[in-house]
């Protein structure tokens, strides 16, 4: 995997809709789980959600739980992470990153390459 590389990020109302997604470059996507991270300005990066290697298993943290939806698909590897119900404290610097790790999916150390970030800002 040589380049991650997040898009879809933007303003939008409270209350409203985002899709991200993130290209992977190289062969061995597949191999890999997946996860998006997110970033506020004055605060620590942390987990928002991860897809096993299959697609077959998601994990999301408590704030998102129910309003995002994360999803892969190896053919175009690509992951995405479908956002409704979006609130004011969704703001933040977005990441995906390839996960190598094979337990805690929402630790930052089990991750090894990363994209450039996306930003989402979400008015109310």
């Known amino acids: 995997q040589g380049q991650l590389v997040e898009s879809g990020g933007g303003l939008v109302q409270a209350g409203g809709s985002l899709r991200l997604s993130c290209a992977a470059s190289?062969?061995?996507?597949?191999?890999?789980?997946m996860g998006w991270f997110r970033q506020a300005p004055g605060k620590e990066r942390e987990f928002v959600a991860a897809?096993?290697?299959?697609?077959?298993?998601?994990y999301y943290a408590d704030s998102v739980k129910g309003r995002f939806t994360i999803s892969r698909d190896d053919a175009k590897n690509t992951v995405y992470l479908q956002m409704n119900s979006l609130k004011p404290e969704d703001t933040a610097v977005y990441y995906c990153?390839?996960?190598?790790?094979?337990?805690?999916?929402?630790?930052?150390?089990?991750?090894?390459?990363w994209g450039q970030g996306t930003q989402v800002t979400v008015s109310s």
């Open positions: 990153a390839r996960h190598f790790g094979t337990t805690v999916v929402a630790a930052l150390y089990e991750y090894d390459y």
């Open positions: 190289g062969r061995t996507f597949s191999s890999y789980a």
């Open positions: 897809v096993t290697r299959s697609g077959g298993s998601t």
